[in-house]
């Protein structure tokens, strides 16, 4: 018998846990491949400073996996306390991708040991570098199998339902779901996107407090240029998960873009505020969303009057949208104009205004990550498997969800105060600067 409160708590706990994973996950996918640029690219220009920038960004990285397994171990643990019924139901079909992100991550674990524990073992870097191929791999590959899942929870296939339960089960064509594609590609590259800019802010924010050294503004230039490809990259791929939306979950696009009717030439919708059901102070732009739905600009688009009243998503999602989208094209414009500026010798982009803006770009980006996974989340209410069962008839009937949400709760603070806090005295007490003439010392060279 369903527990509304149990139903509730559940809900705001895999909320919180999520919420707090997904900044860990980001950086996870995202900072191996940026360690990897800066060290090829070191290598390629014989650069000491970009092998320093790998060495360090490594040295952090270790903490975020850390705190980053904990919260993924809770995840898979809610998933079964809390949703017992989904997991009883689907679990014969995801366990197959869990175990494969599972596999994934030791993958990378493995290699970042034998990485870090290597620094200065290699005459030949290149050697070194080749080690932080299946580390960059082994991250990426773990959020390309978690992803999965999710996928498989929007897009459901693989089996059929006798007598309400899941029978001739294909796991791999499940895995390899519709919405599995553009999911995929839009955490991916949005978790590269999103620890270039962290990066960067931290650089701009080094310059901004009186550390002019060469090291942090190749730093910046690095991370900026990298950051601009995978904005790009993410506006590409945000395009093809619009029309992804379109075709097979028509009510989270409907629900997101407040398009109430059925139309053709449908406009899209930014901003705004809903006013007894009436859309005010919004930005129209005709014909917009027929063409993100169907690329053409007088294609039909489905509005929230072909889905029953329960089946609707909750409509404050549009603003998730406008968060995400919002933040994103910020960021895409805000790093063209660095790159432009720095090859064009335009003053502005090394000014303290400017890379103020850098700095904030780095938790935007964070936000901007938020905004799309609640989005993705509760998009796909009242669904936890589309079509097939509801979160409320998924959820655990224990009374007690409310103490796990104060526990984690305060397991997540501390988390998230004490990685802050290593990170910074980590960096404090072994500034580039020392480092650099530590190491010009050692190596008997000019890296100065």
Request: net charge negative; aromatic share 12%; no cysteine.
């Amino acid at each position: 018998m369903m527990n509304e409160e149990s139903v509730f708590f559940s809900r705001v706990l895999t909320e919180l846990t999520l919420s707090f994973h997904i900044i860990y996950a980001t950086i996870g996918v995202g900072v191996p491949l940026m360690i990897m640029i800066a060290q090829w690219v070191g290598i390629k220009k014989n650069d000491e400073h970009y092998i320093l920038l790998a060495r360090r960004w490594a040295r952090g990285f270790v903490i975020t996996v850390a705190v980053g397994v904990v919260t993924g171990t809770a995840i898979g643990m809610q998933l079964s306390l809390l949703w017992p019924n989904f997991m009883e139901l689907a679990g014969n079909i995801i366990a197959l991708p869990l175990f494969m992100e599972t596999f994934a991550f030791f993958f990378e674990a493995i290699f970042l040991g034998i990485y870090l524990y290597t620094w200065d073992r290699f005459e030949n870097q290149k050697k070194h570098l080749l080690l932080l191929i299946p580390v960059a791999v082994g991250a990426s590959f773990s959020a390309v199998f978690i992803t999965i899942v999710n996928a498989f929870m929007n897009a459901p296939q693989g089996f059929d339902v006798l007598n309400e339960e899941l029978v001739n089960i294909s796991p791999l064509l499940a895995m390899f779901n519709p919405a599995m594609p553009t999911k995929v590609a839009h955490v991916v590259v949005t978790a590269y996107m999103t620890s270039a800019f962290v990066l960067a802010a931290i650089a701009a924010f080094r310059l901004l407090k009186g550390s002019n050294h060469i090291y942090h503004k190749k730093a910046l230039f690095l991370t900026m240029k990298v950051g601009l490809v995978f904005s790009i990259a993410t506006a590409i791929i945000g395009d093809f998960s619009g029309k992804y939306l379109a075709e097979y979950q028509p009510e989270k696009l409907a629900a997101a873009e407040w398009h109430f009717e059925t139309e053709e030439s449908a406009p899209l919708i930014l901003y705004g505020i809903l006013d007894d059901g009436e859309v005010k102070y919004a930005i129209e732009i005709p014909f917009a969303l027929s063409i993100l739905a169907h690329f053409n600009p007088t294609a039909e688009v489905i509005g929230l009057d072909q889905f029953p009243a329960d089946e609707t998503p909750p409509l404050y999602i549009h603003y998730l949208f406008d968060i995400m989208v919002t933040i994103g094209m910020s960021m895409v414009v805000l790093s063209g104009l660095y790159w432009l500026g720095t090859k064009l010798k335009w003053a502005f982009v090394n000014s303290k205004w400017y890379r103020w803006l850098i700095v904030l770009g780095g938790p935007a980006s964070i936000i901007a990550i938020e905004a799309g996974w609640w989005l993705a989340e509760v998009g796909r209410q009242p669904w936890i498997l589309r079509g097939i069962m509801r979160v409320e008839d998924a959820a655990t009937t224990s009374p007690h969800v409310d103490i796990m949400l104060i526990l984690f709760a305060g397991l997540y603070l501390v988390l998230g105060i004490g990685s802050i806090v290593v990170l910074t005295r980590m960096f404090r007490k072994n500034p580039v600067e020392q480092e650099i003439e530590d190491r010009h010392v050692e190596k008997g060279g000019d890296i100065l």
